[in-house]
């Protein structure tokens, strides 16, 4: 298993606007896709781990809010987005 920062380094540059972004829309979604995708494999191994499926939930919440603002301001990039993280939206 790779360790979550070369995961998250390798993510910020696929999805890096320009060099050193790391808060456009973009990165963030992608960031929060992987951290969600983490999540998920956990709690197919801990079914009873309610803390974290509450974190899972508001991760979820949050990467939504977050495509909302990204669609109302740029649709293009959105649907550029959602295509690459292989989302159903």
């Known amino acids: 298993m790779v360790n979550l920062p070369d995961d998250k380094q390798k993510i910020i540059e696929k999805f890096a606007q320009k060099k050193g972004?790391?808060?456009s829309p973009e990165v963030q979604v992608a960031l929060l896709t992987h951290k969600?995708?983490?999540l998920v494999t956990?709690?197919?191994e801990n079914?009873?781990?309610n803390h974290s499926r509450r974190g899972?939930?508001?991760?979820?919440?949050?990467?939504?809010?977050?495509?909302?603002?990204?669609?109302?301001?740029?649709?293009?990039?959105?649907?550029k987005?959602?295509?690459e993280l292989g989302m159903k939206k």
């Open 21 to 23: 972004d790391t808060g």
């Open 47 to 49: 079914k009873k781990d």
């Open 36 to 38: 969600i995708n983490k």
């Open 56 to 79: 899972l939930l508001k991760v979820i919440a949050k990467r939504r809010r977050i495509l909302n603002y990204l669609q109302k301001i740029d649709e293009k990039r959105y649907k």
């Open 81 to 83: 987005l959602v295509k």
């Open 42 to 44: 956990h709690l197919e």
